[in-house]
């Protein structure tokens, strides 16, 4: 079983930052690409940002710029450093894998923005 476990989310004015951070259990983490996404409410689960297992990365357009996904595989851990942030990046942001033919989702931590 694979497990994930968000933190660092939290309350910030726009025009600041957080890190999140995600612990993967279980999977050989190395080989893994690993994404976050993101829910507001009313809205569907989006994806914010893609790293693959050679670093490669993909963001949503709307984050370019002002996130930066990154990860340490000496510690089964990927990371979003979000800069900048904007009250429309209010959400509950999960961490996730696809790992062995099935998706692995952690229970997500919240951002909110004010305005």
């Known amino acids: 079983q694979v497990y994930l476990r968000e933190s660092g989310g939290g309350l910030v004015e726009a025009g600041g930052s957080l890190r999140l951070s995600c612990q993967v259990s279980g999977a050989n983490f190395k080989i893994v690409p690993m994404d976050w996404y993101r829910q507001a409410p009313g809205h569907e689960r989006e994806l914010v940002a893609r790293i693959t297992s050679s670093g490669d990365q993909n963001y949503t357009e709307s984050v370019k710029g002002r996130f930066t996904i990154s990860r340490n595989n000496a510690r089964n851990t990927v990371f979003l450093q979000m800069n900048n942030l904007k009250p429309e990046d209010t959400a509950v942001y999960y961490c996730?894998?696809?790992?062995?033919?099935?998706?692995?989702w952690g229970r997500g931590t919240q951002v909110t923005v004010s305005s």
């Open positions: 996730h894998n696809f790992y062995r033919s099935r998706d692995f």
